[in-house]
């Protein structure tokens, strides 16, 4: 009976202490990431995103604060598709959008995703995710596999030859895998993507937008 009762004790504790580290995660990755840097692109995002865009994938959503602000900016009509591995941040995304039925939030590897059972998107968004996968190759095709004729992908990254990104890590747990503006354009050369709009993305009152290269890029087939 008292060793059933210490492992409850324990069990308890254990989720306790997991939830106050959980919510600490993700409130340090929505204040150094989310609110400075990710808020940024998905602004400049809604203003490109147009009425024949009517069903988009966000790929890693993350805690949905980014897009949540800007929800409204985009078409009524068009249907959201958002998309993360880390149930954490997506318990966060779940209640941000409760009340926007336009926007399904799903805990879903991208890599499992097929165009026959999840049907195919007008555009498609890589935010910050796109760096942090692993066989980026790979994600481009099935990107391209899961888009529309004419259909867009965005990618809304840093890229930075600087260290920043390796203190950042520190601080939210968040490995950025920054990588250069060459290298990235490469990659996307070598998977018959073009680059239909660039720009960088800075204010004066954002220091992580000064130190590193804030992009979003557009691309197409």
């Known amino acids: 009976m008292i060793y059933s009762f210490a492992r409850q004790s324990f069990q308890a504790v254990f989720q306790t202490v997991k939830e106050v580290l959980d919510f600490s995660n993700t409130t340090l990755y929505d204040t150094f990431i989310s609110h400075p840097i990710t808020s ?3 602004e400049k995002l809604s203003e490109r995103i147009t009425g024949k865009q009517k069903r988009i994938l966000d790929v890693g959503v993350g805690t949905g604060v980014p897009l949540h602000k800007v929800i409204n900016q985009f078409p009524h009509e068009c249907e959201i598709t958002a998309i993360d591995i880390d149930h954490t941040y997506l318990s966060k995304a779940v209640q941000l959008f409760k009340d ?24 498609i968004v890589f935010s910050s ?3 942090i996968l692993h066989q980026q190759q790979e994600a481009l095709q099935i990107a391209k596999s899961l888009l529309n004729p004419e259909g867009i992908i965005y990618f809304m990254l840093t890229l930075s030859d600087s260290h920043f990104g390796e203190s950042l890590k520190y601080i939210t747990s968040i490995d950025l895998h920054l990588e250069s503006e060459r290298a990235f354009e490469e990659l996307l050369k070598q998977s018959s993507l073009q680059i239909v709009h660039k720009q960088r993305l800075q204010k004066v009152a954002n220091i992580p937008t000064l130190l590193l290269k804030v992009y979003i890029y557009e691309t197409k087939l």
Do not use: C, R
């Open 129 to 131: 995710s796109f760096p």
């Open 40 to 42: 940024l692109t998905y």
């Open 100 to 123: 926007k039925p336009q926007v399904k939030i799903l805990e879903l590897d991208f890599y499992q995703m097929k165009p026959e059972i999840h049907g195919k998107f007008d555009a």
